[in-house]
């Protein structure tokens, strides 16, 4: 039988001492262990998510309690404990006491034996003492205070409160740990939205309609698309209601030609297809062939015949491809902060000095595809973060230096986007506020006599 604990402490080796990325390595996991149980894959998957979610906040109750700090213990132990320490803290349906000698029991049988009183200390005094702990106060320093509170990286919440102030800023924080639904859109050239609810409905499954976004539903107690009959038939796309803003940006008309230059796993080119009803058709690029794979897997399911996947660097010219599209999408790499409540690792890798090169990777991507714009067409500019570096300042920056117009989103997208009042041409969504996770957008329209 699988030891669920044991298979989460292995997850927790690969991704916080080998720097493996969390969805890869999970995601590989439950696929070898499909004898698991729904119950217990939910269980090894929050174990795995939640540790890492929490990770400063539990290293500094750990260190609270041990003589040996954190940084120097040695790795399979500091992840027992930090698994033993998530389950007293945030599981209700573990008992402390189990979640003690669950972890002694680990440690044992990993083969560290003489640390097992090491352990047993440690997570007994965790669990006794929970009001034994000094913890940093937020009067002393925001930055520090979030850094245990929300496990946030000092830098990344000081840059974040010089853009949206502390109320904001927390916000994200909040949202950065709290549960997100399973947002899906109906690919409606396939299906028709009552149809997909009707299906929907017939497995028991939950759902509420996002109105103002077509073909947007929020599943209700479902994480996970598996199983879901509606998404085997290609009826049904994972999609957050962000990432379905940027095809209603483009303003896709019947027989457009749309050029997708970073599209893995495929998000916003399956929508661009399924927008163009089988007409006219959807490029989707990437850099490596696994990149492609994944589009491709997901072209396969959804059985559309309008879009095609290849391996392509975005950073390269393709002279077959000046002047030929209707609309490019870039949806750009970028620091991820607007999805840290999906994949809670990004906010540990990411550093300053990669946010700067990323700002960089984006400009030079730009520098090459607005040439792939045709004259009149548009060029749609995403990313799923909230720093204005990669956003509002690039945005701006290619306005300046490129022949294009800025679209005013206001006239294209659901009015509850936009505060009444405001200047705006480009959207910044910060996670949660509008019920989606952090994004920006902003598109332009090439001038027609370029
Ligand atoms: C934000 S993700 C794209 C998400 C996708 N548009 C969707 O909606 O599913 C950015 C993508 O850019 C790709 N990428 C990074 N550098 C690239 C390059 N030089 N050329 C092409 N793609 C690149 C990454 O592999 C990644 O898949």
Redesign the pocket.
């Given at each position: 039988m699988t030891d669920v604990r044991e298979t989460a402490l292995v997850c927790l080796m690969r991704i916080l001492e080998k720097g493996e990325y969390s969805h890869v390595v999970l995601k590989e996991v439950l696929e070898a262990h499909e004898e698991l149980e729904k119950r217990d894959r939910a269980f090894l998957t929050r174990l795995v998510e939640g540790t890492i979610e929490h990770l400063y906040e539990l290293d500094y109750i750990i260190d609270t309690f041990s003589k040996t700090k954190t940084a120097k213990q040695k790795p399979v132990i500091r992840e027992i404990l930090r698994m033993g320490v998530y389950q007293i803290r945030y599981m209700d349906s573990v008992p402390d006491r189990a979640a003690v000698n669950e972890s002694v029991r680990l440690t044992v049988k990993r083969g560290y034996g003489f640390f097992k009183g090491f352990v047993n200390g440690v997570l007994r005094a965790v669990s006794g003492n929970p009001d034994g702990i000094s913890w940093p106060k937020r009067e002393d320093g925001f930055a520090q205070w979030a850094r245990v509170k929300y496990s946030m990286p000092v830098w990344i919440t000081e840059k974040l409160l010089s853009e949206y102030g502390e109320e904001r800023t927390e916000g994200l924080l909040v949202c950065g740990l709290s549960e997100r639904p399973l947002t899906v859109r109906c690919n409606e050239s396939r299906a028709s939205l009552e149809e997909t609810e009707e299906s929907l409905r017939s497995q028991n499954i939950g759902f509420q309609r996002v109105e103002d976004v077509p073909g947007a539903l929020l599943l209700e107690n479902y994480d996970n698309p598996a199983g879901i009959r509606a998404f085997e038939e290609g009826h049904l796309q994972v999609?957050d209601v962000s990432?379905m803003l940027?095809g209603l940006a483009a303003q896709i008309k019947p027989g457009d030609c749309v050029l997708?230059?970073?599209?893995?796993?495929?998000?916003?080119?399956l929508h661009a297809a399924d927008l163009l009803a089988g007409t006219g058709h959807v490029e989707a690029?990437?850099?490596?062939p696994e990149?492609v794979a994944l589009i491709r897997e997901n072209i396969r399911r959804s059985r559309l015949t309008n879009i095609s996947a290849k391996v392509?660097?975005?950073?390269n010219e393709d002279p077959e491809k000046i002047k030929s599209a209707d609309v490019v999408?870039a949806?750009?790499?970028?620091s991820g902060m607007g999805i840290i409540g999906r994949k809670s690792d990004i906010k540990y890798r990411l550093t300053e000095a990669s946010e700067e090169e990323l700002c960089a990777?984006q400009r030079k991507?730009l520098q090459v595809v607005w040439k792939y714009v045709k004259p009149g067409g548009r060029l749609v500019f995403s990313?799923?973060t909230v720093f204005p570096g990669e956003n509002r300042d690039n945005a701006r920056w290619f306005l300046e230096h490129y022949p294009f117009e800025q679209v005013d989103l206001k006239k294209v997208l659901p009015k509850r986007f936009f505060a009444e009042g405001e200047e705006y041409y480009d959207l910044q969504l910060l996670p949660g506020e509008k019920g989606t996770d952090g994004f920006f957008i902003a598109a332009f329209t090439r001038k027609s006599d370029t």
């Amino acid at each position: 039988m699988t030891d669920v604990r044991e298979t989460a402490l292995v997850c927790l080796m690969r991704i916080l001492e080998k720097g493996e990325y969390s969805h890869v390595v999970l995601k590989e996991v439950l696929e070898a262990h499909e004898e698991l149980e729904k119950r217990d894959r939910a269980f090894l998957t929050r174990l795995v998510e939640g540790t890492i979610e929490h990770l400063y906040e539990l290293d500094y109750i750990i260190d609270t309690f041990s003589k040996t700090k954190t940084a120097k213990q040695k790795p399979v132990i500091r992840e027992i404990l930090r698994m033993g320490v998530y389950q007293i803290r945030y599981m209700d349906s573990v008992p402390d006491r189990a979640a003690v000698n669950e972890s002694v029991r680990l440690t044992v049988k990993r083969g560290y034996g003489f640390f097992k009183g090491f352990v047993n200390g440690v997570l007994r005094a965790v669990s006794g003492n929970p009001d034994g702990i000094s913890w940093p106060k937020r009067e002393d320093g925001f930055a520090q205070w979030a850094r245990v509170k929300y496990s946030m990286p000092v830098w990344i919440t000081e840059k974040l409160l010089s853009e949206y102030g502390e109320e904001r800023t927390e916000g994200l924080l909040v949202c950065g740990l709290s549960e997100r639904p399973l947002t899906v859109r109906c690919n409606e050239s396939r299906a028709s939205l009552e149809e997909t609810e009707e299906s929907l409905r017939s497995q028991n499954i939950g759902f509420q309609r996002v109105e103002d976004v077509p073909g947007a539903l929020l599943l209700e107690n479902y994480d996970n698309p598996a199983g879901i009959r509606a998404f085997e038939e290609g009826h049904l796309q994972v999609q957050d209601v962000s990432s379905m803003l940027v095809g209603l940006a483009a303003q896709i008309k019947p027989g457009d030609c749309v050029l997708d230059v970073c599209a893995a796993p495929g998000g916003k080119s399956l929508h661009a297809a399924d927008l163009l009803a089988g007409t006219g058709h959807v490029e989707a690029r990437d850099l490596t062939p696994e990149k492609v794979a994944l589009i491709r897997e997901n072209i396969r399911r959804s059985r559309l015949t309008n879009i095609s996947a290849k391996v392509w660097d975005a950073l390269n010219e393709d002279p077959e491809k000046i002047k030929s599209a209707d609309v490019v999408l870039a949806d750009l790499p970028c620091s991820g902060m607007g999805i840290i409540g999906r994949k809670s690792d990004i906010k540990y890798r990411l550093t300053e000095a990669s946010e700067e090169e990323l700002c960089a990777l984006q400009r030079k991507i730009l520098q090459v595809v607005w040439k792939y714009v045709k004259p009149g067409g548009r060029l749609v500019f995403s990313t799923c973060t909230v720093f204005p570096g990669e956003n509002r300042d690039n945005a701006r920056w290619f306005l300046e230096h490129y022949p294009f117009e800025q679209v005013d989103l206001k006239k294209v997208l659901p009015k509850r986007f936009f505060a009444e009042g405001e200047e705006y041409y480009d959207l910044q969504l910060l996670p949660g506020e509008k019920g989606t996770d952090g994004f920006f957008i902003a598109a332009f329209t090439r001038k027609s006599d370029t």
